[in-house]
């Protein structure tokens, strides 16, 4: 599985973004796709997840309320729309993806599959 992540940038306090992942090559029926985030020195950090066949999501306390996962199956894309974004969301994300479902889906530890980064500037 190969991802492509875009669609960093710079905002202002209260700004919104939208990050795109596009995935290629080997798929499963059941499989989930995550954002994570990581600050220099820090550990990567869970953002948000969508399981493909439950159409579930889920997502970290931090940005529950304003940030949304969703997916283009035709377009094989899953998105984060960011909103309401903060200084402290400034970092960089990531894509992940992993075939089939783990209930562990917040822990980075079980992605096997990642975009590049794309850096996301909120500016105060």
């Known amino acids: 599985v190969q991802l492509q992540a875009s669609g960093g940038g710079l905002v202002q306090t209260g700004g919104s973004l939208r990050l795109s992942c596009t995935a290629s090559?080997?798929?499963?029926?059941?499989?989930?796709m995550g954002w994570f985030r990581q600050a220099p020195g820090k550990e990567r950090e869970f953002v948000a997840a969508f399981r493909l066949t439950a159409r579930r999501t889920y997502y970290a306390d931090s940005v529950k309320g304003r940030f949304t996962i969703s997916r283009d199956n035709a377009k094989n894309t899953v998105y984060l729309q960011m909103n309401s974004l903060k200084p402290e969301d400034t970092t960089v994300y990531y894509c992940a993806a992993r075939i089939n479902w783990s209930v562990q889906y917040y822990s980075h530890e079980h992605y096997p599959y990642w975009g590049q980064g794309t850096l996301v500037t909120v500016s105060s």
């Open positions: 090559g080997r798929t499963s029926v059941d499989y989930t």
